[in-house]
């Protein structure tokens, strides 16, 4: 995150990059100073891996598909989407506000049921993987593998 700001205190910048960010550039500002600094930011950012693998499930993130043991899953664009950001978390709580974030954008007018429509037809696709998405109350939604011994369908 870069801070852009009027404020030329040394206490507010090193506020703002205690607070968070990457950087904190103060006004005014050359175009191509602010143009270097987001592309040094952008280099410090981790890329995102082409392919990825939890338990009998495979998505080629270029290739925009996924596998079960090899054959292809069918998914639309928007249930692809929720995967891999599920997948890029797998084990760890990912917020319904971030599943949201990523499948529609941001002007988007979708009803509060949308992104449950999807999350209901990927956990029905990835049965077959041993695979599920978890719903936790209050905190968003969990990529898990499943358990013989386990019977419950969240």
């Given at each position: 995150?870069l801070?852009l700001s009027?404020?030329?205190?040394l206490?507010?910048?090193?506020h703002g990059?205690?607070?968070?960010a ?6 005014p ?7 270097a600094r987001?592309?040094?930011?952008l280099?410090r950012?981790?890329r995102?891996?082409?392919t990825?693998?939890?338990a009998?499930l495979?998505?080629d993130s270029e290739?925009?598909q996924a596998?079960?043991d090899g ?8 249930e692809?989407e ?6 890029a978390r797998a ?5 319904k ?5 990523t499948?529609?954008?941001?002007d ?7 992104l449950?429509v999807?999350?209901s037809?990927?956990?029905h696709?990835?049965k077959?993987a ?5 719903a ?5 939604y969990r ?7 386990d019977?419950?369908t969240s």
């Amino acid at each position: 995150m870069l801070i852009l700001s009027a404020r030329t205190d040394l206490d507010d910048r090193v506020h703002g990059l205690d607070s968070g960010a990457d950087d904190y550039l103060v006004k005014p500002f050359a175009l191509s100073e602010i143009e270097a600094r987001l592309r040094a930011l952008l280099r410090r950012q981790p890329r995102e891996q082409a392919t990825r693998e939890f338990a009998r499930l495979r998505l080629d993130s270029e290739g925009r598909q996924a596998f079960i043991d090899g054959r292809p899953l069918e998914l639309t664009r928007r249930e692809l989407e929720v995967l891999e950001r599920l997948l890029a978390r797998a084990g760890r709580v990912v917020s319904k506000l971030e599943l949201l974030d990523t499948v529609y954008p941001c002007d988007a007018d979708v009803g509060p049921n949308a992104l449950e429509v999807h999350v209901s037809r990927l956990r029905h696709k990835l049965k077959p993987a041993g695979l599920r998405v978890r719903a936790l109350r209050g905190l968003g939604y969990r990529l898990e593998e499943t358990r013989d011994d386990d019977d419950r369908t969240s």
